[in-house]
């Protein structure tokens, strides 16, 4: 079925809408994220199209666009102190992806046999990619009821990890807020006029005079900054949307970037939004024949490991000072990733603030954990996994 653009534009964005509108009533108890993926897995199998994310504009040259510009507009939310300060998140982090591995390894082959944990652990551990390495793998030997495994674990993770994660960043809110009520009782806490005075502090690169700081000019540093990214990630060996996000926060913390940029640019919330229609494209592939075949060992896994991951990153996050709730939920992050990670976590800061001074003091406290542990993760943690268990099929 073919429909015209704006009509598969409209039905996209209707649906997101739904998930948001759920969020809010809800005060976040319910995912906007987790709505979302539901109705267009409904859809999906009875009347969306199952290009609908391509028919509606959401093409892959445009989502990369959207993710280059929108991870180096996520550096300029983090200084660099606050960067090499996520190393505690970064360690809670590779526990998380350990628990898994040691859950699904050990009882998880009891149950399920060898090679089927084995196709199905790296796509829990993180992204597409995982995924795809262990799906092309179990094609390879003649095993195709493994290699639907695999895509389908990439699939429906999420439905996990977005209303558990939702549950322990709004915990996990409310105890930063309560610290924030009480330094603003005792004449602890900055005021906004000094917070903003800290952060516009001098640069290396004077600022542009406001006249001149148009839109097009803060996607242009945002677009060169990406550009620099892109072209340095082949010789340090690391991930080009991880470089972004660490070029980001230097091209902020000398002057180049504004803070926010996004923000500022009034182009935040269309590139957020094309990024969120186009993580859902992956559902059309999930069809009610191909969960009915792997069902079994697809939520046995799931559990598991989601078990393995809490037990192993609140122990090792206790060790390291943070709360449970937040080292589990940087450690969920394995489920989803970018941007999912920062769409609940602003969605937790909402529902439970109430004034922007609030919200701010909460952002800066977990934010920078949740990207942090987002890109360590899925980014980088899932991809070595993948290629240490292609080898073990």
């Known amino acids: 079925m073919t429909l015209n653009v704006i009509v598969a534009f409209t039905a996209i964005l209707l649906v997101l809408a739904i998930g948001e509108v759920v969020s809010t009533k809800t005060k976040a108890f319910v995912p906007s994220v987790f709505v979302s993926a539901v109705l267009f897995l409904i859809g999906f199998w009875t ?26 507009h996520m550096g300029t939310l983090m200084s660099i102190k606050e ?53 092309n793998a179990a094609n390879d030997l ?44 005792s004449g602890e806490l900055d005021s906004a006029a000094e917070m903003a005075a800290g952060k516009d502090q001098k640069k290396l690169i004077p600022a542009l005079p406001e006249k001149y700081q148009t839109s097009y000019m803060i996607l242009l540093k945002l677009g060169i900054v990406a550009c620099l ?42 590139l957020m939004t094309v990024l969120m229609a186009f993580i859902f494209a992956s559902l059309s592939k999930a069809t009610p024949a191909m969960l009915a075949e ?18 192993v990153s609140m122990s090792v996050g206790k060790l390291l000072g943070y709360t449970k709730e937040m080292s589990f939920s940087v450690a969920l992050t394995a489920l989803f990733g970018f941007p999912a990670d ?18 701010e003091y909460v952002l800066d406290d ?14 980088i943690a899932s991809v070595i996994i993948a290629g240490i268990f292609v080898k073990m099929i």
């Open 229 to 270: 990214a892109h072209f340095v990630a082949p010789y340090i060996h690391l991930n080009e949307f991880v470089v972004c996000l660490i070029f980001g926060v230097v091209g902020c913390e000398i002057g180049f970037l504004e803070a926010r940029a996004l923000n500022k640019a009034n182009a935040f919330g269309w």
């Open 294 to 311: 792997i069902v079994g060992p697809l939520l046995g896994i799931i559990v598991l490991g989601v078990v393995g991951m809490a037990i």
């Open 83 to 135: 960067l090499f300060a996520q190393w505690r998140t970064f360690v809670i982090a590779i526990s998380g992806i350990a628990g898994i591995c040691a859950m699904t390894l050990t009882i998880g082959k009891l149950f399920f046999g060898w090679q089927t944990v084995v196709v199905a652990t790296p796509p829990l551990t993180g992204g597409v990619v995982a995924s795809i390495l262990m799906s």
């Open 47 to 72: 009347v969306f199209p199952k290009d609908l994310i391509d028919q509606g504009s959401f093409v892959k040259p445009v989502v990369y666009v959207s993710m280059y510009l929108l991870l180096t």
């Open 366 to 379: 977990m934010l920078p954990k949740m990207l942090v542990g987002g890109f360590t993760t899925v980014t």
């Open 342 to 359: 920062y769409i609940l976590t602003i969605e937790a800061v909402k529902s439970v603030c109430e004034t922007e001074e609030e919200k």
């Open 142 to 185: 003649g095993m195709t009821s493994l290699a639907v495994l695999a895509t389908c674990m990439y699939i429906m993770q999420g439905f996990v990890g977005y209303p558990i994660t939702a549950l322990c960043l709004k915990k996990e809110a409310a105890r930063v807020r309560n610290i924030c009520m009480t330094k603003k009782a």
